[in-house]
């Protein structure tokens, strides 16, 4: 258990492979992960890539500023159907495609995303459509 934010700073930034699987894999309290947001806003994309980041943090993050740490929240397959819809409406096409190639995504976010105007975002809604048609 990851007992507060600069525990999480330090084990994502330290060499040791074993102290940064940890920021990767380990739970930590909200109150945790609230802090580490508020207090290091360079860590919020990695804050996304825990494998046990509560739905109510990702939720949040889908907000974020930063279109990194929002690509890393629409990489998550845990999303819910809203959540999936908020990103398919980013203003940054690499969000919208990033949800496009997510395994999880609703299929009717996929059509959506198959009808953007971004070539980015369509052509990767339709490669998803069609390796689940298959």
């Known amino acids: ?11 994502r930034t330290s060499s040791e492979s074993e102290q940064y699987r940890r920021a990767a894999h380990d739970e930590a309290p909200l109150e945790v992960w ?4 508020e207090r ?3 860590m919020r ?5 825990n494998k046990t980041v509560p739905l109510v943090v990702l939720a949040l993050l889908v907000t ?8 890393a ?3 998550k397959r845990k999303l819910t159907p809203g959540l999936f819809w908020t990103l398919a409406a980013d203003r940054d ?18 059509k959506s995303l198959a009808e ?3 070539p980015l975002v369509r052509d990767a809604a339709r490669d998803s459509l069609e390796r689940r048609s298959q």
């Not at 609230?34 to 947001?37: L, Y």
């Not at 994309?45 to 890539?49: I, K, N, P, R």
């Open 1 to 11: 258990m990851i007992e507060s934010a600069d525990e999480f700073v330090r084990l």
């Open 34 to 37: 609230f802090d580490v947001i």
């Open 40 to 42: 290091f806003p360079e």
């Open 45 to 49: 994309s990695w804050v996304a890539h």
């Open 64 to 71: 974020d500023d930063d279109w990194r740490v929002r690509c």
């Open 73 to 75: 929240v629409a990489d």
């Open 93 to 110: 096409e690499v969000v919208r495609a990033s949800v496009a190639c997510n395994r999880k995504v609703p299929i009717d976010v996929l």
């Open 116 to 118: 953007d105007q971004t």
